[in-house]
Each structure stands twice: as C-alpha cells, then as structure tokens.
C-alpha cells in the first residue's frame, strides 16, 4: 500500500466522502508545491504565522504528530481556501476542513521522513518512491503524466490531451472517471498552471541563457498534480477503505498515538500598510472578535482594516490579563501610523516595528507588569559611522556597532589569530526562507552594511559561523547550519567582498545550552548566524572549542518562522 492509499483511505472512511478524498489531496499538493506561494516552506509558514509554528513542527519532528482543528485549517489557509477547496470535490466547506485537517499532519510528516523539509526538486522523487507499491497500472500511467510533462518541456504543449488519454488507456475505465474528476482539481492550480501554459517560452529559459533552467520552477505543481489525480481517485474502483494507525512513520520515529487537541495561544497582529491596516490572530471567542474590530473600524475608519485572517478558535488560551484594557489605551499614538506590525502572542508582545515613538515609548508603560518584550522589539534603526563618512542604518548596539567599534579597538589591533577565535558577533536582523538556506530579502539591509564594513576595512577578513538548537536531527542541523553560514558568505561574495570572507562553517547543534523540550522562544538563543574577525591564517579549521559562540544578548531574529522543519526552517529545524 502506498503513502497515499492510506491518507486517501483513512479520509475516505473517516467523513464519509469515498473518492472525493482524492480530489482534496489533490487540491492539497498544489497548495504545497505552489512556487507563487513559496512551495513547501511557504506552506508550513502559514501555521506559524497563525500561532500553529510548534504543531506544524510535530509533523515533521520526532514524536507524535499534534492534531488540527477545523478552526486551525482556516486560520492558517483562509476561509476563501477552504471554500475553493470544498467547490472542487463537491463536499461542505466544514467537512473540506475537517478532511484538510486529517491530511495536513499526516502528508507534511510522510513527505519529511528524514525530518528535513526537501528542496522542491527533490519532492517529485519522494512522490514517484511513495508510488512505487500501487501497481503497474496505476505506475503506468503516472509515467504517462510524466510523460506529458516531457511534451510541454518540448515544446509540444498540445500533446498534453493526448498524453493525458494515453494515461487513461492504461489505467482503465476507472481512470477515465479519474481524470474528468480531475478536471476539478486543474482549477485549483490557477495561475500557477495556466500562466504556465500561456508563457511556456519563459519557463523553459528562466534567466534568458538557452538553457532549460526555468522549467521545474512552474511544472513541478503539474507533476504532482498529475499524479495525485490518478492515484488519488485511482480508489473508485477498489474496496472498503482501511483506516491507517495515527502512526507518525518518520525515520527512527516511535510509534504515535492520537493526540489530544492541543491549546493555542491567543494571537493577535496588526500591519499597517499606506494608511490600510490587516488584523490577523487567533482569539478565543467571538466576543474578543467583534470588540476589536469595533474598536479598530472606530480608529482607523470602516473599511480601512481587513480581518480576513483573524479568527476564533475555543481552544486559544485568553491573553495576559489586561491585554485589552491596555491595547485600547494605546490605540489613539496610532492614530498617524502608516507602515509596520504590531503583534502579540499570550503575553508577549512579538513584534513592534515602525510605530510612533509615542507608541512605542507607551507600550513600555502599559505592557510592564505580566508582559515579556521579545528581545528587539522596541529597538528603532540609528546611525553606525564608518571612517570613510558614510553613515550606516543599524541597530544601536548591534552587529554593525559591534563590528566598527572592535576593528577600530586596541584590543583588536594587539589581538592574536587564537584570541580571535573566541571572539564572535551575532547577527541581530539576518533571517532565512522557512526551512531553507535561501536568505530572507528582509536581510538585505544588514547584508549591505557587512559589506559598507568590509570595504572601509579592506585588511579585515571574517568568517562567518552558523548555529542551531537542539530542536531536530542532528546531522540535518549541522547541514543547516553550513548550509546557512554558506548562503551568507555566497552573499557577500556577489557583493564584492569575497576575499575578505574566506570561510564559512556550520556547527550545528554543537554548541546549543538550552534542551530540546524548551519552547520556540527559549531555544532562540541556539538558533544564531555569527561573524568572527581572522588574522593571517588564522580562518583555518580549529578545535571546537574555540568555535563556540558567545551568549547572544541581542540576536533574536530567528532563521525560520517556525519550527517546523525537523530540522527545518533551519531546515534541519524550521527555526533554526
């Protein structure tokens, strides 16, 4: 039995759905591998921006896989998902978000069986293993949607029909059900396959060079899409569905018993954008709800604010006492905000950037007592000046000021190829893509001032050093790590600097002091991407010891959204 025969059977038997549960599967692979949405990654973000970073991290961690609620699937996809969902294999939008639901812990652990999010590339070979054991029919006609891809890739895109009827030959009449079902589950993928179709010249040549690079980039949703839709109602013509154990089958995982639904923390974030403001969270009643947005329209002006993604879910635990007492207060120093996020979570306010000092200066006042500011929160860019007279927007405090201030230093100038090895900077604003090695481009800024640094200081050389928690594999950690601490000097290579940052190494969990079981926000001080200055040949390999990191006071920029890589978003650990 492949991987899909029991998810397609468990949902089947599970809501009463039979064939339909193909249809759902379907829709939700190309909810997973949609690139304008950032494939595979982007998809487990949308749990942790709903508060959901630790669930969606028991999917693909060790361990038993945490459940979801209906109310959770909205949350994270949106109720205009769900709705599109429901239209296309013809069931109530409640029962699409049960059965999403059901899917959504158990695909996501299936296609991480080594606890590593896969690099798009290599998910249609985690796909074509998983239907290794269906069959020769339905393997046959797989290959025949491969084989339509080939087509496109040629050039050939109306020999698509054809290679689809060849497909249905194979497989039989069942498969011919399948595929006029099918026809449901392309609309799903929208403009990820129409664009395709209608730029196919583009995709081919994705930088303009002749060559073929662009092609995976758009056809990888239609090869998976192709081949859920023939397994996924490939289950017309069998038997009585087989209900699979809630079994989490990653590797050297224990066996999973069914998890109990799992109390959230309550969330609430407000982004304001060019006068327009988006409220999104999870609160525990619907009370809460319409007390913010009466409060918010009263604010800001009905219609101005979108609540789309803010919801209510009876299991979120209420705010710290007197978070809405004190939100209320604070309201009136927003009055003239146009750009930046205000959030929180329980009690902690995660995030405060480009408010008003007003603003900021009250929230100091009304969230004292109860209330944890994460590290950074209130911190607002100043000026770092380089001895060339150009000035730098950074962080008082930070790496930029660190770094200036030490070059410039006796204790620099006396300092020894060993002694430098003990002396590390963290980056405080230098992110990653949810479980990738790719860099977030919000960390350009500080990307540029490592590079304005470099070039005042032609004789400084660095080496760049990267750290996770102990959240996940180890091996896939230490992959994240380097991975990571390369990304970072790639970077500042293409910037022009290369020379002065000869190496980059990961370390991985190596180093890490807080326990795994810690939560998100205690593990953050692992989680780290580090600079080391390097004198003569000092940048060599050198024992661990003198590789290890100092206690990061200010760095709290966390490499991935949300733990939910088993070594994800630090791949090796989502929020590594």
Same mark, same amino acid.
């Given at each position: ?5 029991s998810?397609i059977n ?7 759905i039979?064939?339909?549960a193909?249809?759902?599967?379907s829709?939700l692979?190309?909810?997973i ?5 950032g494939?595979f990654a ?6 942790s921006k709903?508060?959901?970073g630790?669930?969606?991290?028991s999917w693909?961690?060790s ?7 209906d109310e ?13 969902i ?9 029962k699409?978000a049960?059965?999403?639901a059901?899917m959504i812990?158990n695909?996501v ?7 590593v999010?896969?690099?798009e590339?290599?998910?249609l070979?985690?796909i074509?293993?998983f239907l $290794? &054991?269906?069959g020769g029919?339905v393997?046959?006609? @797989?290959? *025949?949607?491969?084989?339509? #891809?080939g087509?496109? =890739? $040629? &050039?050939a895109a109306d020999?698509?029909g054809?290679? @689809?009827? *060849?497909?249905v030959d194979? #497989?039989?009449?069942a =498969?011919?059900a399948?595929v006029?079902?099918?026809?449901k589950?392309?609309g *799903?993928v929208?403009d990820t396959?129409?664009?395709?179709f ?13 060559n073929?690079d ?7 949703p ?5 081949l ?8 017309c ?16 995982k224990a ?5 109990t639904?799992k109390a959230?923390e309550?969330?609430?974030s407000?982004?304001?954008k060019d006068?327009?403001y988006?409220?999104?969270g999870?609160v525990a009643?619907q009370?809460t ?5 009466a409060?918010?329209d ?9 609540y789309?993604?803010?919801?209510v879910?009876?299991?979120a ?8 007492d ?6 009136p120093s ?10 929180f ?7 405060a950037t ?5 603003a900021?200066d ?8 109860g209330?944890t ?8 860019l100043?000026k770092v000046?380089?001895p060339t007279?150009a000035e730098?927007?950074?962080?008082p405090g930070g790496i930029?000021?660190?770094l200036?201030k ?7 100038k006396?300092?020894t190829p ?11 604003d230098?992110t990653?893509i ?7 481009p ?7 001032n490592?590079t304005?640094i470099?070039k005042?200081?032609?004789?400084v050389k ?5 750290y996770?928690d ?14 990571r601490?390369?990304?970072?000097k790639?970077?500042?290579?293409k ?10 190494e990961?370390?991985?969990?190596k ?8 939560s998100?926000d205690e593990?953050?001080v ?12 000092a940048?060599g390999?050198?024992s661990?010891?003198?590789n290890?990191p100092?206690?990061n006071?200010a ?9 939910t ?7 090796a650990?989502a929020?590594?």
């Amino acid at each position: 039995m492949s991987l899909f025969d029991s998810i397609i059977n468990g949902a089947s038997e599970k809501f009463g759905i039979g064939n339909k549960a193909g249809t759902v599967l379907s829709a939700l692979l190309s909810l997973i591998t949609d690139q304008n949405r950032g494939g595979f990654a982007g998809f487990l973000d949308l749990f942790s921006k709903a508060g959901l970073g630790d669930v969606a991290s028991s999917w693909i961690n060790s361990g038993v896989n945490e459940e979801l609620t209906d109310e959770q699937v909205e949350s994270a996809l949106g109720e205009d998902t769900i709705a599109d969902i429901a239209k296309q294999a013809d069931i109530s939008k409640s029962k699409a978000a049960s059965t999403l639901a059901y899917m959504i812990p158990n695909v996501v652990d299936k296609l991480t069986p080594d606890g590593v999010i896969p690099e798009e590339k290599d998910l249609l070979t985690q796909i074509g293993e998983f239907l $290794s &054991g269906i069959g020769g029919a339905v393997a046959g006609a @797989a290959l *025949a949607g491969a084989g339509a #891809v080939g087509a496109v =890739a $040629s &050039g050939a895109a109306d020999k698509v029909g054809d290679v @689809a009827n *060849a497909a249905v030959d194979t #497989v039989g009449d069942a =498969a011919g059900a399948t595929v006029d079902a099918g026809k449901k589950v392309v609309g *799903a993928v929208g403009d990820t396959i129409g664009g395709a179709f209608n730029s196919v010249g583009g995709a081919l040549d994705g930088d303009g060079d002749g060559n073929n690079d662009g092609i995976l980039k758009w056809l990888l949703p239609l090869i998976l899409l192709v081949l859920a839709i023939i397994l996924g109602y490939w289950f017309c013509g069998k038997g009585t569905p087989v209900t699979p154990p809630p079994a989490n089958t990653n590797a050297n995982k224990a066996s999973n018993t069914t998890a109990t639904a799992k109390a959230v923390e309550s969330s609430f974030s407000l982004t304001a954008k060019d006068g327009k403001y988006l409220a999104s969270g999870v609160v525990a009643d619907q009370k809460t709800l319409d007390e913010i947005k009466a409060k918010l329209d009263a604010q800001f002006g009905a219609g101005n604010v979108d609540y789309s993604g803010l919801k209510v879910d009876a299991n979120a635990k209420p705010f710290a006492a007197g978070w809405w007492d004190s939100f209320q207060k604070l309201l009136p120093s927003l009055k003239d905000w146009k750009t930046g996020t205000l959030a929180f979570v329980g009690s902690t306010i995660t995030t405060a950037t480009g408010l008003p000092q007003a603003a900021l200066d009250q929230i100091k006042s009304l969230f004292g007592t109860g209330w944890t500011l994460a590290a950074d929160t209130l911190r607002t860019l100043g000026k770092v000046s380089l001895p060339t007279g150009a000035e730098l927007d950074a962080y008082p405090g930070g790496i930029e000021d660190q770094l200036v201030k030490f070059i410039q230093s006796d204790e620099y100038k006396n300092a020894t190829p060993e002694s430098l090895k003990e002396k590390w900077f963290n980056f405080d604003d230098l992110t990653f893509i949810f479980g990738k090695t790719e860099l977030d481009p919000k960390s350009k800024r500080q990307l540029d001032n490592i590079t304005a640094i470099l070039k005042a200081f032609p004789d400084v050389k660095i080496k760049i050093g990267g750290y996770t928690d102990k959240k996940g594999d180890e091996a896939a950690n230490l992959k994240l790590s380097d991975g990571r601490a390369k990304a970072v000097k790639a970077a500042l290579e293409k910037a022009g600097v290369g020379a002065q940052v000869p190496e980059a190494e990961g370390y991985g969990e190596k180093f890490a002091t807080v326990d795994e079981n810690a939560s998100d926000d205690e593990r953050a001080v692992d989680r780290k991407t580090s600079v080391r200055l390097i004198k003569g040949d000092a940048g060599g390999k050198v024992s661990d010891a003198s590789n290890k990191p100092a206690a990061n006071t200010a760095n709290t920029a966390k490499p991935a959204t949300a733990n939910t890589a088993k070594p994800a978003a630090n791949t090796a650990n989502a929020n590594k």
